[in-house]
Nanobody, 124 residues
């Protein structure tokens, strides 16, 4: 019912910039939050940045001052602007979307969905 798709990954030189997009579609009542995670080879998946329905943001210490997360509520889309990229930023980046759903009897619930991931490689 719900699909999450990431766009914008690629190869970039150290110090360069890249912009990722995450679009959610399907049976969506409301999106509570959207977040970007990343996973490098041999490493655990880690939270990079998140944005709530109220617009508050949260960043990993390693990307503060370099990355910016934003959201277009009308398009159910989140963005991750990545500046001053470093080789250690190399990873597969995943989008996570927490969605408010309508259950039977009109009750509200929540569920989360993951995108397929997009590769970001920072290398000279």
């Amino acid at each position: 019912q719900v699909q999450v798709v990431e766009y914008g990954g690629g190869l970039v030189q150290p110090g360069g910039s890249l912009r990722l997009s995450c679009a959610a579609s399907g049976s969506i009542f409301s999106i509570n939050s959207m977040a970007w995670y990343r996973q490098a080879p041999g490493k655990q998946r880690e939270l990079v940045a998140a944005i709530s329905s109220g617009g508050s943001t949260n960043y990993a210490d390693s990307v503060k001052g370099r990355f910016t997360i934003s959201r277009d509520k009308d398009k159910n889309t989140a963005y991750l602007q990545m500046n001053s990229l470093k080789p250690e930023d190399t990873a597969v980046y995943y989008c996570n979307v927490e969605i408010i759903i309508v259950q039977r009897m009109g009750a509200l619930g929540a569920d989360d969905y993951w995108g397929q991931g997009t590769q970001v490689t920072v290398s000279s």
